[in-house]
């Protein structure tokens, strides 16, 4: 058995209305892939970097320019999907299992490999690293940026938003976990979790509120049951910083969705989502928001709606 600690990093459609929907809804295409392998012993023995040219969204959007420091030219450098992801697959050999920092790498991959008509019955399990972080360091629910959590253990990243580079650091954190115990654990500690489907944190600042609420990719998320991407709508205060909205699939699975926003400078916001499984408990907290909403609707601005 071998760990493959991978990242990717994934270009995004300028406009919604020029996102692809089918044969998937493709939030991301990838445009590298980095991946450490670790051995038995959990020692690095070699590396993965690969960059890919994308078919679909060919023009950089904004927020992934200014992240990745990569231009439209340096996308075309890139090799075709199905040659990477068959160089990647050889690489990984016969006998492994992925590691990954959050869900959403997975999540896109699999996106882009039903894209390019690649069976995904063979996959691999993924682990998210996240979940045994926090239940081994720092004994919360919260979710930890990768820098944010290796900055809790004493060691600094290597440059961020490059694939590789991101993988190299993930690979670090990993000599502060007692990964073998973590992941015989796994889901056990995932089922702790108090019901968290989803826990994303946007890295890049919103004017205000109601610039984020705009924002598709803030008020959706993927179902992990079907697939199908959810929408929150009719969002209620919470407290100030705090909204909620309830939200379903298709096949019936309910999810209370939570947008946690905090102040930085300039007047800006970041957005964290939450996504949790509905229970009886939170359903109670949303209508106790909703009554909470109308009753002050007489003297203040109504909660969101959008």
């Not at 760990?3 to 089918?22: C, G, H, P, R």
């Not at 075309?76 to 016969?94: A, E, I, L, M, P």
């Not at 379903?248 to 939450?274: H, M, T, W």
Request: charged residues 25%; hydrophobic residues 40%; glycine residues 4%.
């Amino acid at each position: 058995m071998e760990y493959i600690v991978m990242d990717m990093e994934w270009n995004q459609a300028l406009t919604f209305s020029e996102m692809v929907k089918d044969p998937v809804f493709l939030t991301g295409e990838i445009i590298q892939i980095g991946a450490i392998k670790l051995n038995q012993t959990l020692e690095v023995v070699d590396s993965f970097n690969e960059q890919i040219a994308p078919q679909y969204y060919t023009e950089l959007h904004p927020k992934v320019a200014e992240i990745t420091k990569l231009s439209n030219r340096d996308l075309q450098k890139g090799k075709g999907f199905h040659t990477v992801f068959n160089s990647f697959c050889d690489w990984c050999g016969d006998d492994f299992v992925f590691l990954a920092w959050g869900t959403e790498d997975l999540r896109i991959l699999r996106k882009n490999m039903d894209l390019h008509n690649i069976d995904t019955s063979f996959m691999p399990p993924c682990f998210n690293l996240q979940n045994i972080f926090v239940d081994q360091v720092t004994h919360d629910t919260k979710q930890y940026a990768l820098a944010n959590a290796l900055a809790i253990v004493g060691e600094v990243p290597f440059d961020s938003h490059d694939a590789l580079n991101d993988a190299r650091s993930t690979a670090l954190l990993c000599t502060h976990l007692d990964l073998i115990r973590g992941l015989n654990e796994y889901k056990e500690t995932v089922e702790n979790r108090n019901g968290i489907v989803e826990s994303y944190e946007f890295e890049e600042p919103y004017a205000d509120i109601g610039d984020a609420l705009s924002d598709d990719y803030v008020v959706s998320f993927e179902c992990p049951h079907c697939g199908e991407i959810v929408w929150g709508e009719n969002w209620i205060r919470k407290t100030g910083t705090n909204l909620l909205s309830l939200s379903q699939c298709s096949d019936g699975q309910e999810y209370l969705i939570s947008l946690k926003f905090r102040p930085i400078a300039e007047n800006k916001v970041v957005v964290k989502r939450l996504v949790y499984a509905l229970t009886d408990e939170l359903r109670t907290d949303y209508q106790q928001c909703m009554e909470q909403a109308a009753a002050w609707s007489k003297y203040v601005i109504p909660a969101y709606s959008f």
